[in-house]
């Protein structure tokens, strides 16, 4: 071998919080990880809001990263409906047996936590360093760098939620003609820890409670405090043709139009913050990206957020490759055998997921009558039936084992 050519057992390429994840695991394992990450240490921070359920919590937790963050909002109760049609169901956390069925945080505050976790740690990570190119091998894969470095390693993790310049067109893809139209918004009502789903024949809306959320400046600290009890991160689900008006309204505009979409269960919405959109979609490219390559996290697959499984799903992903890594023989590692048993063990999980999310987009977003009545007729056999409740719930919560 090339004696300039940098090796490592393991190189993650992308630092964001699926291949810190992955990197942090397999430091408990006793595996040696590099991380690569194409941004530069300073790049601004994701503004995006975070659903993580309580599975990923307990992952966080044991890798020494929950401590590090800030207050997470958690979710202990979720209100599923559909307008303009009955049915009605309730998920509960003290029902399903656990603290909460999720959390809600910035994007922003993960990614902060999880960079001082891999310092603290020890764990190599190089910013700013773009990848070009990755082959595959029968004893080590290679990667060409930007700056013209050539790193090999046993096993490369591609982590980098399909940006790569060499990423894979997907082996399946749906276009749901539907965007995200997210931002903060204040409701007359506190949140009391209740985050709502709500299906209408354009696309589901979702409120998920935010602590931490929109607080207007030059109000007393009583009103701040008083208005993050009201906070929600919102995702108004619209058509395409629809989204681009939705976000041009003014502030007024646009809350009247909420609350005509979504209803008054937290009575009259009261402020919001700057709208953005994002186009949806579902993809599968899978995880085998050659030898001794290897795809998890929105790389490997990319889901509707409806019912906030896809982030969770790519934390998952990390988890159980760095378990079946530390379960491998050192010399086995990245080897055909491995990455196979890892894409089996991930199978169940993942196509789980994404065929939930896809019924639900499917089955949920129209206003077909059978389809109404039938969608009632299951959310209200969901809230009659404690054991079905907690059978999909903790299938939310801790994927397919449950």
């Known amino acids: 071998m090339d004696a300039g050519l940098s090796t490592s057992d393991v190189v993650i390429v992308g630092g964001g919080p699926v291949g810190a994840v992955c990197a942090l695991a397999l430091r408990q394992q006793g595996v040696t990880a590099r991380v690569l990450e194409a941004q530069a240490a300073d790049a601004r921070a994701d503004s995006r809001i975070l659903a993580l359920s309580h599975g990923a919590r307990l992952i966080l937790e044991r890798l020494g990263a929950w401590a590090l963050l800030g207050d997470a909002t958690p979710i202990t109760r979720i209100h599923v409906s559909q307008r303009g049609a009955l049915g009605v169901a309730r998920l509960d956390a003290d029902e399903v047996g656990v603290p909460a069925l999720g959390y809600v945080l910035p994007y922003a505050a993960l990614t902060a936590a999880l960079k001082r976790a891999l310092s603290e740690a020890g764990i190599a990570v190089e910013y700013g360093v773009a990848v070009e190119r990755i082959e595959g091998g029968d004893a080590a894969a290679t990667l060409r760098t930007a700056d013209g470095r050539m790193l090999a390693a046993a096993l490369v993790v591609v982590a980098d939620g399909g940006r790569g310049e060499d990423a894979p067109a997907p082996r399946f893809e749906r276009q749901y003609d539907q965007v995200a139209v997210v931002c903060d918004v204040e409701t007359e009502l506190p949140h009391a820890n209740r985050a709502y789903e709500r299906f209408t024949p354009e696309g589901p809306a979702a409120l998920l409670p935010r602590g931490e959320g929109y607080a207007p400046r030059g109000d007393s600290d009583f009103l701040r405090a008083e208005a993050r009890e009201r906070s929600y991160a919102l995702v108004w689900t619209a058509r395409r043709d629809d989204a681009e008006r939705i976000v041009s309204l003014a502030d ?75 379960d491998t023989p050192t010399g086995e590692l990245g080897s055909a055998a491995m990455l196979a048993a890892y894409a089996r063990g991930r199978r169940a999980d993942v196509f789980g997921g994404l065929g939930f999310t896809d019924f639900l987009v499917r089955a949920f977003s129209n206003d077909i009558a059978p389809l109404r009545h039938a969608r009632g007729i299951g959310l209200m056999a969901l809230e009659a039936l404690p054991p079905l409740k907690t059978f999909v719930a903790r299938r939310m919560i801790f994927g397919a084992r449950g």
């Open 252 to 326: 007024a505009e646009f809350l009247d139009a909420l609350y005509r979409h979504f209803g008054g269960r937290q009575g009259r919405f009261l402020r919001a913050s700057p709208r953005k959109a994002f186009p949806l979609r579902l993809a599968y490219t899978g995880s085998a990206a050659g030898k001794r390559v290897v795809r998890i996290g929105n790389a490997a697959q990319t889901l509707h957020p409806v019912a906030g499984q896809g982030f969770n799903i790519g934390l998952r992903d990390a988890w159980e490759l760095a378990s079946l890594a530390g």
